[in-house]
């Protein structure tokens, strides 16, 4: 059974920084992409950045320049600096992953609150 964990929210004022991590566990054969999604009070959940298995990133405009996604391949890790955070930022977070286990399909982590505070 494969299972995302993540860890790293809380609260900061604005313009601080939060590490975020999300480790994958489980029969993993491969982890292909990586990646954050968000999703604040009243939205959707949006697709924040990414990484594949080769390190090609992706990062939505509103974070560009100020959150850096990277992933420990031997650890089935990705990671999500946030720098120069704003109260817009504040959301709940989620890792996904698309994982070849028993099959392929994308898994989701629990979640992790990052609350920023002006």
């Known amino acids: 059974q494969v299972r995302l964990a993540e860890s790293g929210g809380g609260l900061v004022q604005a313009g601080g920084s939060l590490r975020l991590s999300c480790a994958a566990s489980g029969n993993i054969i491969r982890i292909n992409t990586m990646g954050w999604y968000r999703q604040a009070p009243g939205k959707q959940r949006v697709l924040v950045t990414s990484?594949?298995?080769?390190?090609?990133?992706y990062y939505a405009d509103p974070v560009k320049g100020r959150f850096t996604i990277s992933r420990d391949n031997a650890k089935n890790t990705v990671y999500l600096q946030m720098d120069s955070l704003k109260p817009e930022d504040t959301a709940v977070y989620y890792c996904n992953a698309d994982i070849v286990a028993i099959g392929t399909r994308s898994y989701w982590g629990q979640g992790t609150q990052v609350t920023v505070s002006s």
């Open positions: 990484i594949t298995s080769g390190g090609a990133t």
